[in-house]
Structure formats: C-alpha cells, structure tokens
C-alpha cells in the first residue's frame, strides 16, 4: 500500500507514524512548509514531491492533513484520480461539500475515513462498547469536555480564520459532538452560548452546548482554547438508568463504572480499570485504516457519520450567532 501524505505538521507526522507501525510504504510526502516536508520524508525514507498533483500517480491511499478549507477540493480530485482518501477532521466546512466528497468517492470507486480520532482512544472506545452493549440501560446525560489552550499561531495562522478552520467548534469540539452522536443517535436541537459570543475581541475562547437527541438522552459538550500553553484535559461521564461511567484525564484509571447490578441487592459494583494506553491512539486509528483497505472492511467512522458531526457543529455555530436553539437537519 503506497501512502502520500499530505501536509508534513503535527497530524501529518501523527499518521505518518501510524503508516508506518502498519506496514505501508510512504512513497512520498508534499507541504508549504518545504523543511517540514524534508524533515518528515528524511524519517520515513520517502521522496518530497512538489505538489499535490504531482504526487496523485505514485499512490494508492492519499492522506490529506491539511487546512480544512482544502478538505473537499482535494479530496475529490483524488477520487477523480482513483485514489483512497483519509481525511483529517472536520470532514468539511459545509454539508454539500461533505456530501459532493462522499458522492464523489462513491463514484470513483474509492474509500473515504474521515480521522475522528477520539473513537479510537482506549478509554473513549471502551465506554462506547459498554453502552453500546447496554450497561447504562436507557442512555440519559452525556457531558463532554475538552479543554485546552489555544493553538500556536503565526502571522496568517489559518486557524484564526473561522472561514478556514471551522474555528473552535469544528476544530476542537467536533470531536465530542460526533462521539455524542455515535453513543446517543441522531441530535435534534442544540442551544450553545460561549465567550467570544458576547465578547468577540477576547484572547481566549470556551463554548457550552446543550443537546438533545432523538433517543431522548441529552448532553453537555464544553469546548475551550483557554488554558495555559501545554495544558490539554478532556473528559466524560456517561450516564443512564443503569449505571454511570466516567473518565478523567487527570485520573490515573483508565474508566470507572458504577453499576447497578441485577440481583446484587442494590450494591453497586465498581468495574476494573483498563490497562492504560499501550499504543498511541492516532496509531491505532491508522493501523484500523490500513486493515480496512487490505481486507475491505468497513470504517469505524463512516463519511456518512462525519458529516453528521459536522452538522451538529454548524448548528452549534448558527445557534452562538442567533442566541436561539437550533435543529441540526436544518442546518446545511
């Protein structure tokens, strides 16, 4: 398998990593940034190419970790060029692209996985498998943060510009928004409020969505560019009629359960702690790739659910412009 990465920053090493843990051979690698781009080919024994077009005829699977604006453009001109595509989340910045990328993978023949990368940490993963295998009982409150500093920017940092990164919300909160979804089903109406809402010149940013789903069940999703460089937590508790489990990062268990166990006289029990992260888990979601090519399995995240994602963060978004709740469905 014949791998080109695209984009040679922070994701780009991330997956490059992964390639390479899985067995494929990174052919070559394309970036703005030239001394990132010779600095992650001189690692992977790849070649530097010029271009994102110069690259397409040599590969077989096209990793695009590049700004989010360029998602879609790409994307379909690697479909076009019979290429495999893995993409870096948000899988767009609108729905009729997202949708334009999926119909357009369909058409060529082609795999589309958008990297939503938080399905495949351990602790993330483990508590979806026992809700998914009815632990909880009925699901009734999800609440998600992720809490982190802002990214570094430079002089013309695409990240600044809402217009290319999605901002806050499709860059850093997309990631709880699909995991809600995925445990919880489809979102029928969101109510977000955050800092930059009343206070647009603010250095730091935090939003506070509410969710309500289809299933009944509801969730409070934090996001935040606020802290202090280097500091980075996330976290969930997940509960239902049958228990609550929860995670911290600052904790040293993988997960705790609490549970309400059938004939245990009203006692709770305290499920073991899972062995704590064994493989860096951008790896792992790149090995899951990787198998899924070679065997024609189906992903752990379908475009289909990454664009669901995406809608719930433009209704987040349109719901911090108009201070009203949103219907997702309604949002393109």
Avoid at 17 to 40: M, N
Avoid at 63 to 70: E, F, I, T
Avoid at 231 to 255: C, N, P, Q
């Amino acid at each position: 398998m014949r791998v080109g990465i695209v984009g040679a920053g922070s994701m780009g090493n991330a997956h490059a990593t992964g390639w390479l843990a899985a067995g494929a051979e990174i052919v070559g690698v394309t970036s703005l940034d030239d001394g990132s781009a010779q600095r992650l080919a001189q690692r992977c024994g790849a070649r530097v190419y010029a271009g994102f077009e110069s690259l397409l005829p040599d590969v077989d699977v096209v990793d695009l970790c590049v700004p989010s604006d360029l998602h879609a453009s790409m994307t379909m001109r690697a479909a076009e060029a019979g290429k495999h595509v893995v993409c870096e989340k948000p899988i767009a910045l609108t729905v009729a692209d997202a949708e334009a990328m999926t119909a357009a993978c369909e058409r060529a023949g082609v795999r589309l996985f958008v990297a939503h990368v938080v399905r495949f940490f351990p602790q993330y993963r483990a508590a979806a498998e026992a809700v998914q295998a009815g632990q909880l009982g009925q699901l009734g409150v999800l609440r998600l943060r992720r809490l982190s500093y802002a990214p570094r920017r430079g002089e013309g940092s695409w990240f600044d510009d809402e217009t290319r990164s999605g901002g806050i919300v499709l860059d850093l909160m997309v990631h709880d928004l699909d995991y809600a979804q995925w445990l919880a089903g489809p979102a029928t109406r969101v109510f977000a409020t955050s800092v930059k809402a009343t206070d647009p010149t603010s250095r730091c940013d935090y939003v506070q969505a509410t969710v309500r789903f289809k299933s009944g069940a509801m969730a409070l999703v934090e996001g935040g560019w606020a802290y202090p460089p280097g500091l980075f937590r996330t976290g969930f508790d997940l509960a239902g009629t049958d228990g609550l489990i929860e995670w911290d990062s600052d904790s040293t268990e993988s997960i705790h359960r609490a549970l309400h166990a059938d004939g245990a006289e009203g006692a709770a029990e305290v499920g073991l702690p899972l062995t704590v992260m064994a493989e860096d888990p951008y790896t792992t979601e790149i090995k899951h790739v990787h198998d899924a090519l070679q065997h024609d399995r189906p992903f752990d995240v379908s475009p289909q659910e990454a664009t669901a994602a995406l809608q719930l963060g433009l209704a987040v978004r349109a719901s911090l412009r108009s201070g009203r709740s949103v219907v997702p469905a309604e949002v393109r």
